[in-house]
């Protein structure tokens, strides 16, 4: 596996994804600052060979989760935190920025653990309080459209399938899928796993990749959750933290400091790799590279 670049942070790196159009790469990070977790939200861009930092910004709350905003492509983005709040920026590049946010959404009770697009004006959160919530952010509002509650435990993810339906993952051993059309609030299938879980992906509007604890990954088409198209485990294992779908295969993060990358077509484990010194928190996929972050405090690009 080759690596073709790595950029060196002084924070952990928490959550990254890249833009739309593939240009930029938004990275959230945490640090202890005193007592406290504080965060730091950066920019890179893409179109160098190494990646140089266009933007930073401060945050004072440890930044759990990215997200780039459809709106006008790429013009904005959200981060989800510790105190509860999601907040939006713009991300314009030049040197008069403004790096307070242009609006703070309010309603977590707890740390928000991740913020996902949901269509082209709202965004859908999941949080340790164990509930989800939509919000439009486009609108004069500052607080959710909708609360799902639905977990008995922590949501730990959430990941839209369309631009009106999601699904949710929890410390609770369920995977919850949620459409907004619906007027009860309530999801409208659910999942149960041996294991606790920490990360759900789309391929599609229809396969999906669920990972968690005891090195658990599975793949459904969710037009008939009754079959498993694919299933690996090690129980009592550490955890894949994160997972995203890359060229036909599915690339998961491990506590183990490895990546995998498995073909679940042809339901099989195709290579592993040590990406990091530490803890493989999140990965994205721009065209052939594989870029990941790690608790070895660096975010590096691997061609697949």
């Known amino acids: ?11 952990r790196p928490e959550d990254i994804q890249v833009s739309l159009d593939g240009k930029h790469l938004l990275i959230g990070t945490n640090h202890i600052a005193g007592s406290t977790w504080a965060g ?34 790429n013009s904005s983005f959200a981060i989800g935190n510790d105190d509860g709040n999601i907040f939006l920026f713009k991300s314009s590049t030049g040197k008069k920025d403004n790096n307070s946010p242009f609006k703070t959404l309010s309603g977590h009770d707890d740390l928000v653990s991740s913020v996902a697009v949901l269509g082209e004006d709202s ?11 939509v919000w439009n952010y486009n609108s004069n509002s500052s607080t959710a459209d909708r609360t799902l509650e639905g977990h008995l435990g922590a949501v730990t993810h959430v990941a839209s399938s369309s631009s009106d339906t999601f699904t949710s993952v929890s410390k609770d051993k369920t995977a919850k899928f949620w459409d907004r059309r619906t007027t009860n609030g309530t999801p409208t299938n659910s999942l149960s796993f041996s294991e606790t879980l920490h990360s759900v992906s789309f391929q599609d509007q229809n396969v999906m990749a669920i990972c968690g604890e005891g090195s658990l990954l599975s793949v459904y088409d969710v037009r008939n959750l009754n079959e498993c198209l694919y299933s690996h485990s090690i129980p009592n294992t550490r955890s894949f ?4 779908f890359s060229n036909g ?13 498995f073909d679940f077509e042809k339901k099989s484990l195709e290579k592993k790799w040590k990406a990091h010194e530490g803890s493989v928190r999140s990965l994205a996929s721009k065209s052939e590279l594989l870029i990941t972050s790690g608790w070895d405090k660096t975010v590096s690009a691997f061609s697949l």
Request: aromatic fraction near 10%; charged fraction near 30%; proline fraction near 1%.
């Open 1 to 11: 596996m080759s690596k073709k670049w790595t950029l060196n942070f002084e924070e």
């Open 40 to 73: 730091c939200v950066h920019v890179a861009n893409l179109e160098e060979e190494t990646p140089k930092f266009v933007r930073e910004i401060e945050c004072r709350s440890g930044v759990n989760s990215v997200a780039w905003l459809k709106e006008k492509l």
């Open 123 to 133: 965004l859908v959160s999941s949080s340790f309080d164990k509930s989800v919530k």
């Open 241 to 244: 933290r994160n997972l995203t």
């Open 249 to 261: 295969k599915i690339a998961a993060g491990h506590d183990d400091f490895n990546v995998y990358l």
